[in-house]
DNA sequence: AGTTGGCACTCAAGGTGTATGAGTGCTAAG
DNA sequence: CTTAGCACTCATACACCTTGAGTGCCAACT
């Protein structure tokens, strides 16, 4: 078992090595706080966290560094997410005020996300799911090529080009935009695709292969959403954390293009009770980040239904702080979906 | 006056450069190639070329590297721009063969031109200015907010939430629809400009005020499109030439992400007859981008006018082979949108 | 049982000194 | 104009040493 002053030195080393990035040992530790204890005491307590592989010495004699397994323990139970700063509140509240679409509050959320953390930032697309939908319009583009393109509540649109089998003239391309709305008009997404299936089934006559591609399309559409795009901001940081990537951080900017492994990485991670959701190091190895932590949230998008935003930096990270910036803004980013637009 | 050999040593000592990551001697270049002379002519004429500033000698006795205006001469008059490999040819067929949408085709033009050159790749969204406007949607959103969509020939989509100054019915929102479609409908870009501006002046009663917000909104969605944004690849390939950067890569990542700079470098930048164009190093000072060149190229997009796309990477880059790769893209991207979309 | 001081040991980091070799500029001769 | 030769310059690498922070262990103390 794991004495209770072990877990203060764990704390302090976390905190210590976050803060300076420099091995911490036991001397340096009864110097700057007071454990009321020697250092050859602190000695046998770090001898205990290193047997459970709570920390680790990189070298045979130099300080102690905290493991995976020891920032896990930190986050977890050592940790407290406290609110932030009134500057920070204000700095909050000042970047979302002057609200436009969702695009434009997106890209304000994610600088200001990134700008409080000093990491790199990830904010999801609002989940269109469950919002419901206003318009369909078909717009011949040529020949045999229409623009579909859909609109939902919360202004979220999409779009989409079809090659139809054959030749659609305008006023056949009406009276199809026509049915589709009729059927799909005030759905919510999950349910317009059941009532979509039911109409293909009921087509017939000449048109069908054609009016079949263009319910297809609108299904597709409506099934693969913006929701899979993350808007990212502050990779520069990454360049001041480098060392801590072990001077390879080509993986972590590969990842930010690719978005389909943040986005995965993002649907795994479960909130705690506290509202945020921490991956650790190894933790995040399958997704070839292994030397990274990402934390998130989630905030309820105009839909109603949610959507993550989080960080993602070194293990070495300072997790109370930026536990506490990720909570916030997704707080506040619901509240302004909630009213606003 | 530069002797001819003496350009020949310039060229040489790119290439190498380029090739090595490292100083070139004289005695190298002979070694290497044959100039039927000794090492110590080359020297000679080393030192003109110093004189005049093409290379410089980073330490008082290691080999020559070339300067950014040795750079310039090399692009300018040494470097022949020869077309791509038969191998190269095929991956760029095969890369866009498929194409599905504007927003598909300039992600996968954008990762086959980083995977072609091994660098920074940016393609900016075709300007939509001289493409028809096939139809606006009003859409309401709310008591008095509504979103604006316009739908362009090209399949060019842009959305914008307004706020009217009244409560708008669904109503009054179809007929200013109407009215405004009226107006519009199938004029470039540019021409509905003005158009919409004799409709604003010729609106009255009770509504001016909100009918002038709708379409006033219109307007600014029509001048401010998607034209500026870019779409970027291949940032990881940044890390691999950091040393190149002086090992500060974080002005350029900053721009990346800013975007706007480099739109602005990209307009500034004008084609020589060879069809591409190259600003390099301290030339790009003023963008925070000194220790970086850029290649670009313009490619006719779905309107018929014109858009950039290029590359980015350090001074020090293959600029033979990427110029070559920049100019074939834009090409067969130019190709793709004239024929197909 | 837990805490403490003492001691020998380890090892990364930093400094100094020396050899090596690639490369240069210059000069005088071909 | 070209070439060979020579003296000179540095960056790099390596070996070597010193320093200091930190450790583990043990015997003694509370």
Known sequence: MISERSLDVLRVIVQDYVANNEPVGSKTIVERHDFGVSAAT?????????????????????????TDKGYRLFVDRLATVRPLS??????????????????????????????????VALVQYPSAAHSAIRRIEF??????????????????VEQRVVDLPRDAGEDWLGVVQDR???????????DALARLAELAEATGGSDRDAGLALVEAVREQLAVERHDRL???GSSNLIRGERDFNGNISP?????????????????????????????GRENASFGLGEASVLSASYT??????????????TRMDYTANMAAVRAVARYLSRLFGENI
């Open 42 to 66: 602190i000695r046998n307590d770090m001898a205990s966290l290193e047997e459970e592989d709570l920390i680790v010495a990189p070298h045979t004699s130099s300080g102690r560094v905290p």
């Open 86 to 119: 009134p500057a920070q509140r204000l700095a909050i509240e000042r970047f979302l005020g002057e609200s436009v679409d969702v695009d434009g509050v997106l890209e304000r959320t994610v600088r200001l996300l990134s700008q409080l953390t000093h990491q």
């Open 139 to 156: 717009v011949s583009l040529g020949p045999n090529k229409v623009l579909c393109v859909l609109i939902a509540a919360g202004g979220v």
């Open 180 to 190: 589709v709305n009729g059927a799909v008009h005030g759905l919510e997404v999950g």
């Open 231 to 233: 808007v990212v901001a």
């Open 252 to 280: 972590v900017l590969d990842a930010l293009e690719e978005q389909v492994v943040l986005l995965r990485l993002f649907s795994e991670m479960e909130e705690d009770r506290r509202g945020v959701s921490a991956s650790i």
């Open 301 to 314: 998008g105009t839909g109603g239904r949610a959507a993550h935003l989080g960080v993602l930096g070194p």
